[in-house]
């Protein structure tokens, strides 16, 4: 009997630390898969993308050479992207202004960080503007506003102006600048008769 009680006691204390090595596996089995699925990166080539409001217009196109979107952060990052932003301007047609850069990040519905020779144009007649330039720009997209704190060139018809802490207003098309500032303006070419 006591053999017995001998094996029975072995087999359930072999039989505990079985369950116990099992259950330690498995918890670093868990540990080794949730590092791995912590953030998953989308790449892709000739990337073109709409971004529509709740009434089906369209605000945003973006087209970039190479997209990859991080699903971890919700960031998108583009290599020489070109956005295009839609409005209904004051008569009532689509005014259009594209933004381009070397590189650029996007968070859907939020905001874009653009970089590196930034060139902001409207794609419509009557702005106030024929270009913007910058090294480096963010565009809030729930206000409409293009900020950037670095030196920032505007081009119209004959007129420069230049100038840091810079803000457009694409809703308005009223820009600002807050710090040094610089102007320049032409005289008009007049035709001989």
Not at 23 to 45: C, F, G, M, P, W
Not at 63 to 78: E, L, M, P, R, T
Not at 131 to 144: G, I, L, R
Not at 151 to 176: A, M, R, V
Request: aromatic share 10%; hydrophobic share 35%.
């Amino acid at each position: 009997m006591a053999t017995t009680i001998k094996s029975a006691v072995i087999t359930v204390c072999l039989f505990v630390a079985a369950v116990g090595l099992y259950r330690y596996t498995q918890t670093l089995q868990e540990r080794k898969n949730s590092d791995e699925t912590v953030s998953k990166i989308y790449t892709a080539l000739n990337f073109y993308g709409k971004n529509y409001d709740k009434t089906g217009f369209l605000h945003h196109t973006i087209k970039a050479d190479i997209a990859s979107y991080n699903d971890g952060n919700g960031i998108a990052h583009f290599t020489n992207p070109v956005i295009v932003t839609y409005r209904i301007g004051k008569d009532k047609h689509i005014e259009k202004w594209v933004m381009s850069g070397e590189q650029g990040q996007v968070r859907d519905g939020d905001f874009a960080l653009m970089e590196r020779n930034v060139v902001l144009k409207p794609l419509f007649k009557g702005a106030a503007i024929t270009k913007a330039q910058s090294p480096k720009v963010n565009y809030n997209f729930k206000s409409n506003l293009v900020t950037s704190p670095d030196l920032t060139i505007l081009h119209g018809i004959g007129w420069i102006n230049s100038g840091t802490d810079f803000t457009i207003d694409l809703n308005k098309d009223i820009s600002t600048y807050k710090g040094n500032v610089n102007a320049i303006y032409y005289p008009a070419q007049h035709s001989a008769h």
